[in-house]
């Protein structure tokens, strides 16, 4: 199975959203999810050198992997 990283589902950053926990653009996406679903947050942010450039939703991190995200 082929790595997919975050920068391939990147969004813009919306001001305000927090910056812990963070992901960069070369982590896994699968990394990504993992913190998202630890932390109980739907969307996250991405940092280069601890700046901010986009952010990546749970959401769209299943459907990259071919994943549905089932709502409870």
């Not at 990504?32 to 739907?42: D, G, H, Q, S």
Request: charged residues 25%.
């Amino acid at each position: 199975m082929k790595t997919r990283k975050v920068i391939t589902i990147i969004h813009p950053y919306p001001r305000g959203l927090p910056l812990n926990p963070s992901v960069t653009t070369e982590d896994r996406i699968t990394y990504a999810i993992e913190l998202m679903v630890k932390n109980n947050v739907r969307c996250i942010a991405v940092v280069r050198n601890h700046v901010p450039i986009g952010m990546i939703r749970l959401e769209d991190a299943f459907k990259e992997l071919g994943l549905q995200l089932c709502e409870r």
